[in-house]
């Protein structure tokens, strides 16, 4: 059993989190922010250099914090 719980922790502290907020720590959820012109057009710039999405880029530098 220890095995098992050492093997598949993430899954398990996952299915945690779900019973406490009722929401998956990798669900996908949309929400509304505002931006400035500027920072838009840097993300677009860097959309259109590295092939990733808008999200992927900002979720991103988040998760480094």
């Given amino acids: ?4 719980l050492e093997k598949y922790k993430g899954l398990f502290d996952a299915l945690k989190e779900y019973d406490e907020t009722r929401e998956l720590p990798f669900q ?3 929400v509304n922010i505002s931006l400035s012109v500027r920072t838009i057009k840097k ?3 860097l959309k259109k250099k590295t092939g990733r999405s ?3 880029i900002i979720e991103g530098r988040i998760e480094k914090y």
């Fill in 43 to 45: 993300l677009k710039e």
């Fill in 28 to 30: 996908r959820k949309r």
């Fill in 54 to 56: 808008v999200s992927e």
């Fill in 1 to 4: 059993m220890k095995r098992i």
